[in-house]
C-alpha cells in the first residue's frame, strides 16, 4: 500500500505534467485533466497538513482550518493563498467554478510553488 506522504508527491507530479500538457495544447480535455489533479493535489496536501497539525496538538477538523493552524505553526507560508486553492477546489468539484480557465491555471500553478516553499511537503 502507498504511504499518503508517496501519493501526494505522486499526485504532484501529475498536476505538473498535467500544466505542462495544457501549456502545450490548452483544449478542453487538457484542462479537465489539470482540473481534476489539482482537486487530487489539494486534497492530499490539506490531509499532510491536517496530520502535521494533529501531531503537534492542535485541532483541524476542516481543510480551511489545517491550513490556518499550520501557518501559525510556520509549516507553510500565504495562508490566504492556501485558502484560495481549498475554496477553487470545492467550487470545482460542486461544478460552479467562479472563476476563469486562465484564473484556475495560475492558481494550480501557485498551488505547486507553495508546495515548493512549504517545510511540510519537503522530501
Known amino acids: 500500500m502507498e504511504s499518503k506522504k508517496k501519493k501526494l508527491l505522486k499526485a504532484k507530479k501529475n498536476l505538473e505534467a498535467a500544466l505542462k500538457q495544457?501549456?502545450?495544447?490548452?483544449?478542453?480535455?487538457?484542462?479537465?485533466?489539470?482540473?481534476?489533479?489539482?482537486?487530487?493535489?489539494?486534497?492530499?496536501?490539506?490531509?499532510?497538513?491536517k496530520l502535521?497539525?494533529?501531531?503537534?496538538?492542535?485541532?483541524?477538523?476542516?481543510?480551511?482550518?489545517?491550513?490556518?493552524?499550520?501557518?501559525?505553526?510556520?509549516?507553510?507560508?500565504?495562508?490566504?493563498?492556501?485558502?484560495?486553492?481549498?475554496?477553487?477546489r470545492n467550487n470545482s468539484v460542486h461544478d460552479y467554478f467562479g472563476i476563469s480557465e486562465k484564473e484556475y491555471i495560475e492558481l494550480a500553478k501557485n498551488l505547486l510553488v507553495l508546495m515548493k516553499e512549504a517545510k511540510v511537503f519537503q522530501t
Open 22 to 49: 495544457y501549456q502545450q495544447n490548452s483544449n478542453e480535455l487538457n484542462f479537465l485533466t489539470v482540473v481534476k489533479t489539482y482537486e487530487i493535489v489539494v486534497e492530499y496536501a490539506w490531509r499532510e497538513l
Open 52 to 88: 502535521v497539525v494533529e501531531d503537534e496538538g492542535l485541532e483541524a477538523p476542516s481543510p480551511k482550518m489545517a491550513i490556518k493552524q499550520a501557518a501559525k505553526l510556520n509549516y507553510l507560508n500565504k495562508p490566504e493563498v492556501w485558502l484560495l486553492c481549498i475554496d477553487a
